[in-house]
């Protein structure tokens, strides 16, 4: 059951809002006396008129194994309100759970490019592995590489390098001829 005091804007309270839930599990709000589904809580809690029934859903929660709150930090929240420093705890702890949704968010985005470079490898794999059975050898041939539109002036001006380059050598391919020495008469 939850209760939550409303105000009706003359700054007195009204009577305050109390949601039942039966063992059916239907809830029912007895300040409108209808029963109520978990999107009209929700409206409720948007709306504003939430700090009871947050306490209650999270206290609900807590006997089915889901403890989000350990027992030791509501002790702690209950001594900030006896010492005077709510306003700080809450302001803690509502920056705190900024951050921890931030982070939350960005881990479940380096998830999200986990998932996609996996997809990509695995695309890659297939395509690695298919090739391979297609080739006659069991092994993917190499791609051909692209055309190059220069190509030609390039095995071109390779073929000229390659004449004058022999021509070089032709010339040095016959050595110079090398004057004798005059010889020496032998000895007797």
């Known amino acids: 059951m939850a209760h939550h005091d409303r105000s009706n804007g003359a700054g007195r309270a009204e009577q305050p809002v109390v949601i039942r839930k039966y063992a059916n599990r239907r809830l ?8 109520v589904t978990l999107d009209d809580i929700r409206k409720m809690v948007v709306a504003g008129d939430s700090s009871s029934i947050l306490a209650q859903i999270v206290a609900e929660h807590e006997p089915r194994g889901e403890a989000i709150l350990p027992h030791e930090v509501l002790r702690q929240i209950i001594s900030a309100y006896e010492q005077g420093v709510s306003a700080q705890l809450s302001d803690y702890l509502k920056s705190s759970m900024e951050t921890f949704t931030d982070n939350w968010r960005r881990l479940d985005a380096l998830g999200e490019i986990g998932r996609q470079n996996l997809k990509i490898l695995r695309n890659s794999m297939t395509t ?3 090739q391979a059975a297609a080739s006659p050898r069991g092994v993917a041939e190499p ?5 190059d539109a220069n190509l030609e002036g390039q095995v ?6 390659i004449r004058e380059l ?7 391919a016959t050595p110079p001829q090398r004057k004798k020495p005059p010889s020496k008469p032998r000895p007797r």
């Open 143 to 147: 791609p051909e590489p692209e055309p």
């Open 28 to 35: 029912y709000n007895t300040g409108t006396t209808e029963f």
């Open 128 to 130: 690695i592995f298919a």
């Open 166 to 172: 022999r021509r070089q050598l032709g010339e040095r």
């Open 156 to 161: 071109s001006d390779l073929k000229a390098e």
